[in-house]
């Protein structure tokens, strides 16, 4: 072989995770436009409703879809090296939406909760919020509806105290505005899917950044050894009765996980009390 031979082209890098989200300034109206195409963070989530069997409602997974959207906007919204949580509860239909992200990872994961849900006289949506060096906070804003995105705009305009506005603009496609100060309210209000769509014709937009976001728990047997592990040592009876292992379902995602009485008797050996 010829020693002027080329070499070989470098391996191609792998493919980035999870969806992309982008920023933009919008110029003149001091707001923020953030764009996201879902379908890939939709397809892990029914990948994971699929690898542990967990079948949800229909109408539950609808309102799921949505709360997820207005979510991951809302994350991307937010500082870096915060972890978030909403709960949405509706009641009609009655059921509990969970939602969490850790906005420095870009993760974000959650769960449908339609057993024992009991009534609360309306609908709400609770925020927490734990970010470095700060004590956590939690805001509760009542909403009206069965939408999770007039939820969102609702939590904006009582916990925020700023507006801001969720728009699904094609299938799996959606949009946020959110609001500066000295925003335009007369252009912001009158705001339709259709101007929207088309802002950057209308508008000067100035990219601010790009975050990814993946569907990840990172639930595994060690962690949630640790959490048994206070049970296990008053009342492992309890925990386990006379079978060999337990399953146990992650509070977070709903994943399913068997932990074995062995198991949990070498963690408890290993981190004595």
Same mark, same amino acid.
């Given at each position: 072989?010829?020693? $002027?031979?080329?070499?070989?082209?470098?391996?191609?890098?792998?493919? /980035?995770?999870?969806?992309?989200?982008?920023?933009?300034?919008?110029?003149?109206?001091?707001?923020?436009?953030?764009?996201?195409?879902?379908?890939?963070?939709?397809?892990?989530?029914? #990948?994971?409703?699929?690898?542990?069997?967990?079948?949800?409602?229909?109408?539950?997974?609808?309102?799921?879809?949505?709360?997820?959207?207005?979510?991951?906007?809302?994350?991307?919204?937010?500082?870096?090296? /915060?972890?978030?949580?909403?709960?949405?509860?509706?009641?009609?239909?009655?059921?509990?939406?969970?939602?969490?992200? $850790?906005?420095?990872?870009?993760?974000?994961?959650?769960?449908?909760?339609?057993?024992?849900?009991?009534?609360?006289?309306?609908?709400?949506?609770?925020?927490?919020?734990?970010?470095?060096?700060?004590?956590?906070?939690?805001?509760?804003?009542?909403?009206?509806?069965?939408?999770?995105?007039?939820?969102?705009?609702?939590?904006?305009?009582?916990?925020?105290?700023?507006?801001?506005?969720?728009?699904?603009? +094609?299938?799996?496609?959606?949009?946020?505005?959110?609001?500066?100060?000295?925003? $335009?309210?007369?252009?912001?209000?009158?705001?339709?899917?259709?101007?929207?769509?088309?802002?950057?014709?209308? /508008?000067?937009?100035?990219? #601010?950044?790009?975050?990814?976001?993946?569907?990840?728990?990172?639930?595994?047997?060690?962690?949630?050894?640790?959490?048994?592990?206070?049970?296990?040592?008053?009342?492992?009876?309890?925990?386990?009765? $006379?079978?060999?292992? +337990?399953?146990?379902?992650?509070?977070?995602?709903?994943?399913?996980?068997?932990?074995?009485?062995?198991?949990?008797?070498?963690?408890?050996? /290993?981190?004595?009390?």
């Amino acid at each position: 072989m010829s020693s $002027d031979a080329a070499p070989p082209p470098p391996p191609a890098p792998p493919p /980035e995770e999870g969806i992309e989200l982008r920023s933009h300034f919008i110029r003149s109206r001091n707001a923020v436009i953030i764009r996201a195409t879902l379908s890939e963070l939709y397809v892990d989530y029914f #990948l994971h409703l699929a690898a542990h069997q967990l079948k949800p409602d229909p109408a539950h997974v609808a309102l799921f879809k949505d709360a997820l959207a207005a979510f991951v906007l809302h994350c991307t919204a937010r500082p870096r090296y /915060e972890m978030i949580a909403w709960t949405l509860h509706f009641e009609a239909p009655m059921v509990n939406l969970f939602l969490t992200a $850790d906005t420095e990872e870009e993760s974000v994961t959650g769960r449908i909760l339609a057993d024992n849900v009991r009534t609360m006289g309306g609908n709400h949506l609770y925020a927490d919020v734990v970010a470095q060096n700060k004590p956590p906070r939690r805001s509760a804003v009542p909403f009206a509806g069965a939408d999770a995105f007039r939820a969102a705009e609702a939590f904006y305009l009582q916990s925020e105290q700023r507006p801001a506005r969720f728009f699904a603009v +094609a299938p799996e496609e959606f949009v946020m505005v959110c609001s500066h100060p000295d925003y $335009d309210p007369a252009w912001f209000e009158a705001l339709t899917v259709e101007t929207v769509r088309d802002l950057d014709k209308t /508008e000067t937009l100035a990219l #601010l950044e790009r975050r990814r976001y993946v569907w990840r728990c990172g639930c595994n047997q060690r962690k949630l050894l640790r959490v048994l592990a206070p049970l296990a040592r008053e009342d492992a009876a309890g925990l386990f009765g $006379d079978d060999p292992s +337990a399953k146990v379902t992650c509070p977070r995602c709903a994943a399913q996980h068997i932990i074995t009485r062995e198991a949990m008797e070498a963690f408890l050996a /290993e981190h004595p009390a």
